[in-house]
């Protein structure tokens, strides 16, 4: 019998030679003679049992076979919310955009699981067709998540919301902000709100009323000739028509489904279906979406660009845009 073991020892092929005196093998004799080999692992016993049943004579066979180690995996955590949210409007075929569906944030209730850990596995062993051991890399554990709002279990391994608020992951950080929910409409009976995070408003923010919040601002409905000034982004989901009054400053970005007589500051950029006699400043981009997007009467300025389909009208209502550094 002739035996072949490659250099990496991971497998063995076996030559057996017609015998001449036509006396058969047994399996317990080919067996011997691998392991007088120092074959001793792997080993394919059905192979063997095939090549004695069969007469498998003057062939190349491999009977033995060697595992890899497998490495083991990286711990990791499993986050409970969304944490890619859809921050970015639904597209119509007319080139409009509904920010209905759009959201800045994900909200999380008091006690509420928010991540799991899961740690790191130590892999599995290997072994060569000659008995030697292959040891695999275990894998390496994650350090505890950093940030606010949180406890963890005592196990380590999970990650509960103090309070009702905000969640946010980002850069091995988990923050959960406060969050002020107005259920109704912000009129005078709820009063003006000055929050240290993040505001949502479900209804509408009626006239003469104010919003000053250190995080994200959110208007499920319109805006009237209010104050909204955030340091974060502001949404509204509908619009905002402002008398002239109505005034929007934010620390990010500024979205709405269009916005009338208003004036704007954002740091970021202003994007909305179509504007009308608004005085806007953006430290960035002005987007007017869609083929029915019109930017017509006021005063409009942005550091990097200015786009829409259609910008003044034939009316000759005085427009001006103007783009570059302030």
Same mark, same amino acid.
């Given at each position: 019998?002739? %035996?072949i073991?490659?250099e990496?020892?991971?497998?063995a092929?076996?030559?057996i030679?017609?015998?001449?005196?036509?006396?058969?093998? %047994?399996v317990?004799?080919?067996?011997?003679?691998?392991?007088?080999?120092?074959?001793?692992? =792997?080993?394919?016993t059905?192979?063997? +049992?095939?090549?004695?049943?069969?007469?498998?004579?003057?062939?190349?066979?491999?009977?033995?076979?060697g595992?890899?180690? *497998?490495?083991?995996?990286?711990g990791?955590?499993?986050?409970?919310?969304? %944490?890619k949210?859809?921050?970015?409007?639904? *597209?119509?075929?007319?080139?409009?955009?509904d920010?209905?569906?759009?959201? #800045?944030? +994900? /909200?999380v209730e008091? =006690?509420?699981?928010?991540?799991?850990?899961? =740690?790191a596995?130590?892999?599995?062993?290997?072994?060569?067709?000659?008995?030697?051991?292959?040891?695999?890399k275990?894998?390496?554990?994650?350090?505890a998540?950093?940030?606010?709002?949180?406890?963890?279990?005592?196990? /380590?391994?999970?990650?509960?919301?103090v309070y009702?608020? +905000?969640?946010?992951? /980002?850069?091995?950080m988990l923050n959960?902000?406060?969050?002020?929910?107005?259920?109704?409409?912000?009129?005078?009976?709820?009063?003006?709100?000055?929050?240290?995070?993040?505001?949502? #408003?479900?209804?509408?923010?009626?006239?003469?009323?104010?919003?000053?919040?250190?995080?994200?601002v959110?208007?499920?409905?319109?805006?009237?000739?209010?104050?909204?000034?955030? =340091?974060?982004?502001?949404?509204?989901?509908?619009?905002?028509?402002?008398?002239g009054?109505?005034? #929007?400053?934010?620390?990010g970005?500024?979205?709405?489904?269009f916005f +009338?007589?208003m004036i704007?500051?954002?740091?970021?950029?202003?994007?909305?279906?179509?504007?009308?006699?608004?005085?806007?400043?953006?430290?960035?981009?002005?987007?007017?979406?869609?083929?029915?997007g019109?930017? *017509?009467?006021?005063?409009?300025?942005?550091?990097r660009?200015?786009?829409?389909?259609?910008?003044?009208?034939?009316?000759?209502?005085?427009t001006?845009?103007s783009?570059g550094?302030?």
């Amino acid at each position: 019998m002739i %035996t072949i073991i490659p250099e990496d020892q991971m497998s063995a092929m076996i030559h057996i030679i017609n015998p001449d005196n036509m006396n058969e093998y %047994t399996v317990d004799e080919i067996m011997d003679m691998l392991r007088a080999k120092g074959i001793v692992q =792997g080993i394919n016993t059905t192979m063997v +049992e095939r090549i004695v049943q069969e007469k498998w004579y003057n062939k190349d066979l491999v009977v033995a076979q060697g595992r890899k180690a *497998v490495d083991g995996k990286d711990g990791y955590f499993e986050f409970l919310f969304r %944490t890619k949210l859809p921050s970015k409007p639904l *597209v119509r075929e007319d080139g409009s955009v509904d920010y209905r569906e759009m959201d #800045i944030f +994900e /909200k999380v209730e008091e =006690g509420q699981r928010l991540a799991n850990y899961h =740690g790191a596995t130590g892999g599995t062993m290997g072994y060569t067709v000659t008995g030697k051991l292959l040891l695999p890399k275990r894998g390496k554990e994650k350090p505890a998540l950093r940030g606010k709002g949180f406890r963890i279990s005592e196990d /380590k391994k999970s990650y509960f919301s103090v309070y009702s608020g +905000e969640v946010e992951t /980002k850069n091995g950080m988990l923050n959960v902000n406060h969050l002020y929910t107005c259920l109704d409409d912000l009129s005078p009976k709820v009063g003006n709100v000055h929050f240290d995070g993040d505001v949502h #408003i479900v209804g509408s923010v009626l006239e003469g009323m104010a919003i000053e919040a250190t995080g994200n601002v959110v208007v499920d409905g319109n805006v009237e000739a209010a104050c909204i000034m955030a =340091g974060g982004n502001i949404l509204v989901k509908k619009g905002a028509y402002g008398k002239g009054k109505g005034f #929007i400053s934010a620390g990010g970005n500024v979205f709405g489904k269009f916005f +009338e007589s208003m004036i704007i500051q954002a740091d970021c950029s202003v994007t909305c279906n179509y504007m009308m006699n608004c005085s806007v400043k953006s430290g960035e981009r002005i987007v007017v979406s869609g083929r029915k997007g019109v930017l *017509v009467g006021g005063d409009y300025k942005a550091i990097r660009s200015i786009s829409a389909y259609n910008i003044g009208n034939a009316s000759e209502v005085s427009t001006k845009v103007s783009v570059g550094i302030d």
